[in-house]
């Protein structure tokens, strides 16, 4: 099973951006589609973002659209989110995702099932 590893996370004022990045190991992550969720206190985990092993293949929420941008790296192993204009209601721990079917698109995703510790994202004047 592939294991995610989260980096980037810290503290922004609203309005400003950060970049928050998962590693991946024990197993290539280029034909997987990785999800970025994430969960705030107090509220259910919620998906925000994901790209297929096509690149063309990309999913934002309606709270993330036009602010967030998704990427990935195959040669690296790496996913990484670009989080632009961010709002207090950002705030929350970010993890990247799979599900147990290994699905290669983001459309065949209705659940995920693993995600890595994650990296916590404050955003607070």
């Known amino acids: 099973q592939v294991q995610f590893v989260e980096s980037g996370g810290g503290s922004v004022q609203p309005g400003g951006s950060l970049r928050v990045s998962c590693a991946g190991s024990g197993g290539a992550l280029d034909d997987l589609a990785i999800g970025w969720v994430r969960q705030a206190p107090g509220k259910e985990r919620e998906a925000v973002s994901c790209i297929g092993s096509s690149d063309k293949d990309t999913f934002y929420a309606d709270s993330v659209k036009g602010r967030f941008i998704i990427s990935r790296d195959n040669a690296k192993n790496m996913v990484y989110l670009q989080m632009n204009s961010l709002k207090p209601e950002d705030t929350a721990v970010y993890s990247c995702?799979?599900?147990?079917?290994?699905?290669?698109?983001?459309?065949?995703?209705?659940?995920?099932?693993?995600w890595g510790q994650g990296t916590q994202v404050t955003v607070s004047s």
């Open positions: 995702a799979t599900d147990r079917y290994r699905s290669s698109s983001c459309h065949l995703i209705d659940e995920y099932h693993y």
